[in-house]
């Protein structure tokens, strides 16, 4: 199989996460009974008129910043005309000739190597009625329409699935962070197309695009343009070519499938909204914007590596939004930031799972567990003891100290006491000393045990296992 340069754009329709619809004052919700959320201007009706949210342009100028894109100051919206079921009013009311964002970039990394992901533009456009299909008929539900939208335009800039994929996590991870969209894949709030092209060489016009569309997870994104690649290569290698063609990826057959050929281009009539004003963008309303963007994705990793947390337990704090805000608040306190980092993804994190709550749906306020994380430091507490306790932790209001008194957790952290349990237990058992001293590593971890046992779990562990070398030795 020959050698090609692939070339992907991917672009990617974002709902943004308003109260209320684009230029309609209908509840913008997901879930509910079909065409209960809509009113005349969302059902296309004759006469009606939009109004532009104002939320909408806020949360645009928030994706735009943490996109790095140039932000319009002057733009008007455009109508996209054509004919389909689920487009009542035979246009689409959106951004053509000038988006509000453009000139943006998302940085990368995949196998080590950074790379900017360039963003062409970013429009607001209106969400259409989403139609299903049953038999012969077509149903219509108008729940969708007018729900406001942002989509992001990469250039032709990147070279594989797995670059595509790390891009579209990159953006979910962004958008979902500054509270911009909720970005559900699986409920449709985030959906990405990418158009898919191949060349011999770099100094080559760009080959015959092929769009995928309807991708439904972030990995099968990478999956159905490594196959499209794939799928094109055997199509050049035999000598044939094909037409421009919109296709989409088959869960079950692991494979792109043909949906139409492009005979014509599209001629969507642009032209501008007659009904909506020019919108003008103030540094004042960017700077209210700017304003409310939270520490973002890359910046709490750095910060919590900066202060003592693992790498692996920076990444998997990040990834749980609840547990990374809970995390920040943290930050400027004199606390050991490894321990709480260890916590709250070790046992804290198996507690919420199991009992499908959130941690503030606890009792672990943040005063508690500073209280928990000094408690652990000092060794009043073990790893062993937590878990015995720490359900009370997590649904009681009292002190830990409290808790721990009152479930009889006491633990040695006296030296010689515990000296004296590891003297005892090595004069007990003179053949596993004798095994540790012929390098046998099963047998330290043995007379470990024998220790714990003999304390009846009450001796530090850490204290214990020095102890236990430094009188082995």
């Known amino acids: 199989m020959s050698k090609y340069i692939p070339t992907i754009g991917v672009e990617v329709h974002v709902e943004l996460k308003t109260n209320t619809k684009i230029f309609s004052n209908s509840i913008n919700g997901y879930g509910e009974m079909a065409n209960s959320l809509t009113n005349v201007i969302d059902l296309g009706y004759p006469g009606t008129l939009p109004t532009l949210n104002k939320e909408v342009l806020n949360l645009a100028i928030k994706a735009a910043t943490v996109l790095n894109c140039k932000i319009r100051r002057e733009m008007h919206f455009d ?40 963003i062409e533009e970013m429009h ?3 969400d259409t009625c989403k139609s299903t299909h049953r038999g012969t008929k077509t149903l219509l539900d108008f729940n969708r329409a007018g729900v406001p939208l942002i989509e992001i335009v990469t250039k032709p800039c990147m070279n594989s699935g797995e670059e595509a994929k790390a891009y579209l996590e990159k953006l979910r991870e962004l958008l979902f962070y500054t509270d911009v969209s909720d970005c559900k894949i699986e409920e449709g709030s985030m959906r990405a197309d990418a158009n898919v092209s ?24 990478a999956i159905s343009i490594n196959k499209e690649i794939e799928r094109q290569t055997k199509i050049y290698d035999s000598g044939e070519t094909f037409k421009p063609q919109t296709r989409r990826y088959d869960d079950k057959l692991g494979d792109t499938v043909l949906m139409r050929v492009k005979e014509t281009g599209n001629d969507y009539r642009y032209f501008p909204e007659p009904d909506i004003p020019f919108v003008y963008v103030t540094d004042e309303m960017i700077e209210n914007v700017v304003k409310t963007i939270p520490m973002l994705p890359d910046e709490r990793r750095k910060v919590y590596v900066e202060k003592g947390v693992s790498e692996v337990n920076a990444n998997k704090l990040v990834q749980n939004r609840a547990l990374s805000d809970y995390f920040n608040e943290l930050l400027n306190e004199n606390t050991n930031l490894k321990i709480a980092s260890n916590l709250l993804l070790g046992d804290i994190s198996g507690y919420l799972n199991k009992n499908e709550k959130t941690i503030t749906e606890t009792t672990l306020t943040k005063e508690r567990f500073l209280e928990l994380i000094n408690r652990m430091e000092d060794n009043t507490l073990t790893s062993k003891n937590l878990k015995d306790i720490l359900d009370k932790i997590l649904e009681e209001t009292v002190s830990i100290e409290e808790i721990i008194k009152t479930s009889g957790i006491e633990n040695i952290t006296d030296d010689s006491a515990i ?4 003297k005892s237990v090595i004069a007990e058992n003179p053949g596993s000393v004798e095994d540790y001293k012929a390098g046998h590593d099963r047998a330290i971890k043995y007379l470990m045990g024998q220790v714990m046992k003999a304390s009846k779990g009450s001796a530090n562990p850490k204290i214990a296992m020095d102890i236990l070398v430094e009188e082995l030795q």
């Not at 487009?87 to 790379?115: A, C, F, H, L, M």
């Open 79 to 118: 109508r996209k005309n054509y004919f389909y079921p689920d487009n009542p009013k035979n246009y689409q009311i959106t951004q053509s000739r000038t988006p509000i964002g453009y000139d943006g970039y998302v940085e990368v990394e995949v196998n080590g190597v950074k790379k900017k992901i360039e």
């Open 419 to 422: 000296r004296d349990v590891v």
């Open 198 to 221: 191949i060349r011999k060489n770099e100094s080559d016009p760009f080959g015959t695009k092929a769009e995928i569309k309807n991708i439904g997870s972030i990995t099968n994104v």
């Open 124 to 126: 607001i456009e209106e």
